[in-house]
């Protein structure tokens, strides 16, 4: 199996920066795509930023230009560059990662136990 250690959350002003980290580790044979999803109160969880692994990023309209994704693939760790934070980003954000596991030919999804990001006005 996988686990998902996420760290990086908290108490962050409006128009301030944050950065938050996610490292997978087990019984990984590779890493496919690495994704942040978030979830604010009363609402969905929606994708975030995704990179895949051979590098290619997507994100929500809401955070262009402001949050950057990355990963370490010799960690099994990706980032979440957020900068320019609103009280609108205030959310739980979750790590996703779709992983290839030993013994198995499949692909799995797996999630973090999520981190608390609040922007204050």
């Known amino acids: 199996q996988v686990q998902l250690v996420e760290s990086g959350g908290g108490l962050v002003q409006a128009g301030g920066s944050r950065r938050l980290s996610c490292s997978a580790s087990?019984?990984?044979?590779?890493?496919?795509?690495m994704g942040w999803y978030r979830q604010a109160p009363g609402k969905q969880r929606e994708l975030v930023a995704r990179?895949?692994?051979?590098?290619?990023?997507n994100y929500a309209d809401s955070v262009k230009g402001r949050f950057t994704i990355s990963r370490d693939n010799a960690k099994n760790t990706v980032y979440l560059q957020m900068n320019s934070l609103k009280p609108e980003d205030t959310a739980v954000y979750y790590c996703?990662?779709?992983?290839?596991?030993?013994?198995?030919?499949?692909?799995?999804?797996?999630w973090g136990q999520g981190t608390e990001v609040t922007v204050s006005s």
């Open positions: 990179i895949t692994s051979g590098g290619s990023t």
């Open positions: 087990g019984s990984i044979l590779s890493i496919d795509a």
């Open positions: 996703n990662v779709v992983a290839r596991v030993l013994a198995s030919t499949r692909r799995y999804v797996y």
